[in-house]
């Protein structure tokens, strides 16, 4: 059938570009990222051939497979394979008329022992009302939700910034950018920008800021130390936040973390729920936790004689500790890091854990 | 399904598409023997074949129409891009193969491509064994940009910073450019490799401008972008042969023509070309270090590779590392491979299914698929190509290459330097030249640059047209060609037409009769010679000339058409033509053989031909009579030389 062939066809090379995408870094933050991964599974949702639930979840399943493969540290692609996973899974309950089926809160150990014979595989087609179009209502609700994510979080920045007080932050996140610009409307406080060498997207960040008329200063990663005595708060994005509560952002967070909990500053970090990952960090080597890029911004590649004598790694990524952080401010309300594995299986099936 | 992707290429043709024309040939022998199963761009470097890297490098680029243009193996490569992802439905940029086997030059395959009508935007000129990370988008929309102001912008050369000595300059081309500081304009290119000590600018680089750059810290990425009236000035100058040939001829024609070149510095990215042996080295480690990031190979394989500390590359399919072995650093280790107790591997990349024994050390070396290596081995630097077996207790010193299926041992140590193949090898002395190039530059230059030319041939495939000129009659065409030149020339000195003018007006004939560049450099050569006496009276009374008269006879035309001849000889291959062309006339001529040496002065002091060509020539010349006629001169050029040498030293 060409009409098929067409889609199939269609959907690989929409596959290809978004994996071409991730591996040359063509994208300006994880929330880019989250959005085409909901708008391409979207696309294979509505646009490929299956006859059930499992049929759908094994195809959305193996695209996600595809895109996580091409750039492995990018977790929120697989954030969002998983929420649409878990989301098929809530649908075909709804639709079967069993509100508990897709229900992960219910599983106890009493239940355990109960009904352990009743397992469900999603193979009983659904005939009386339209399961594409239900599906695919949900996965719109998901980016409705993605895209007022940032907003939402800005909505409470009054409530965590106060007059006067002096606000430290790192690199460039834009949910930052946007909660601080929101408080900045209201109250007057001046911000120290962590410059973030060698990408530095703090300046970019301070740039933006003092556009916005907030009260900036630009300091050097090795000043954060020195600084941090005077700071009221410690504001951050990160790029996910692991199961455990724990950090993967911007390398120099862990410096700024640690000084932080010295000086008894509050460590608050800005995280869209799409951020939150159901991955553990096991050892400070696992593969495909950090990404290593080219060392050019380290080293001059032109300096020849030096070039060829060292070795030069350049991550993108620190581990943050749960210990360290504060709080959490998703799109959803404040929450400490302990909480965060609660979140975690309100949001993924542990089914889909492993992809 | 074809018709729907027709249909999507026709929508794109709608839009501005961006082309790409890549040579897949290198057009020279560096990599015998491992070149002669397997064309240049399919050599694995990091298990990864070199075209791939390219074509992944244009198409996350953005580019959607890659032209492959490949001579030698062209079915290898053909299969090559068949069974790859570029040939899927779902690729976003279409790879065309375009076989001709009869293309010898990077100049063939653009004046090929203009003839076949292919371009129909501005392009990216690369070859097919470039490594880069750069974002072309935006290198192309400034090239874009610039010709929107300035139609006469016709090419964007890439290049990158990198000092003298760094690693990366391959030292086959080290280039010296004089830029315009504002705006970015080409003014001077010289390739100063073996050209001696001296540099010379035009003064007119230097005229009417506020501020120019001059530039040796540069390395060519040899990728450049073009806009479609290159491959017709390909076209309609045939004797361009590499892009080093065109850039010159824009720049000195730049005034008349007003064609200009400008230059772009990707200095925060990364490219470079796999020239030879030891550029394959430096790439491979650059690639290991991750200085081309996102091509790195646990990006590149789709996630088949695992990433460690010190950069060690582990494929996850059924690597087995046995107990004791150490990984140093910068390893890659392919799928199926297998390592052995104790044994220690440094700085080195192995193939799939490679078997590689107890208490082994490899250091530096390039194993490609299915190596066997035995127990107790010790390998240097070197390359194991496919299949190849070590036995037990073998050593490999620094600089070899073992080609295909060798099988080495037991007990025995290869020496540093060697090639083992089991098909005869080209030419020998050239690839340890290139391997140890970094060691001695010294020597090799001249040797290596020369035998590279003469191998064309082999390479190449077509072969080009040997034209022996001593014995064998010139051709009917060539003698026509011949009796046009000698015309044109005796006009130009009758009527005083101008040496650009001469110049068209051969390369026209050259066009009418079809003669190869290589009957026209003996042919004009012959001509310039000839025409004093022919003035004399003809043929016949040639013996007349006293070889004093002979020489007030020749000087002013030698002094007329020196740029013509320079114009010609450019090339070192050209000159030897040249002077092949001396040879035998002379010995035809008393009269000119006598004055042999003068005329080689001359043509030495106004940098016609190069002292290192006419040593060369030199030492091949077989006839005694004549070798004893320049004895004099060659014995100046030698204490020249030599004393020039010592000036150096003393300073």
Redesign the interface.
Known sequence: M?AS??NS?EL??K???LN?KL???GFTGSYDIANSTLRLLRKVIAGSKWNNARELMDRVKSVGKLIV????SETSVGNMVRRVLKLIREEYARCRGNPEGGDVQSESLHRMFTDNAKTEDYSVPILNVDFKAVVIEAVNEILIELENSADNIAMQALEHIHSDEVIMTAGRSRTVEKFLKQAARKRRFQVIVVECAPFYHGQELAWSLADAQIDTTVITDSAVFAIMSRVNKVIIGTHSVMANGGLKSINGSHTIALAAKYHSVPMIVCASMFKLSPVYLCSS?Q??FNK??????VLD?????L??KV??T?PVFDYVPPELVTLYISNIGGNAPSYVYRLLSELYHPDDQDL | MASKAKKHREELKQEDILQAVVIADSFNVRFTPLTQEKPRVLLPLVNTPLLDYTLDFLCSAGIDEVFVFCCHHADLIKSHIKASKWSKDSSTCQVTVIVSEDVMSVGDCLRDIDAKDLITSDFVLITGDVVSNMDLGAIIEKHKERREKEKFCIMTMVMKRALPGHRSRCGETDPVLAIDVDGGRILHYQNTQGAGKRLEFPTHVFLERGQVALHYDLMDCELSICSPTVAQLFTDNFDYQTRDDFVRGILINQDIMGNMIYLHRADDTYASRVTNLSMYDVVSKDILSRWTYPLVPDLTEKGSYSYGRHNIYLHQENVTLARGCELSQNVVIGEGSTVGMDTHIANSVIGRNCKIGKDVKIEGAYLWDGVVVGDGCIVARCILADAVQLCERVTIEAGCVVSYGCVVGPHRVVPAGTLLSLTPIWDFTLDTADEEAEEDDDDDDASSFASSLDDDDGDGGGGRDDVDGRDSPPADDARQFYAEVLDSLQRGVDEDVRADNLVLEVNSSKYAYNVTMRELNTLVTRAVLEMPHIRAGGDDDAAALTPPQLMLQLKPLLVKFAPILSNYFKSADSQLDCLNALEEYSLGCSSTAAVLAKVLHYLYNEEILGEQVIMQWYTKCQHADLKSQVQPFITWLQEAEEESGSDEESE
């Open positions: 060409p062939d067409q066809v690989e090379e596959v290809e570009e071409n591996k040359t870094g493969a091409s750039q492995r080597d593969a495909a290593f890029v080219s060392p050019h911004s590649f032109a300096d020849g004689k070039m060829s070795h030069v350049c």
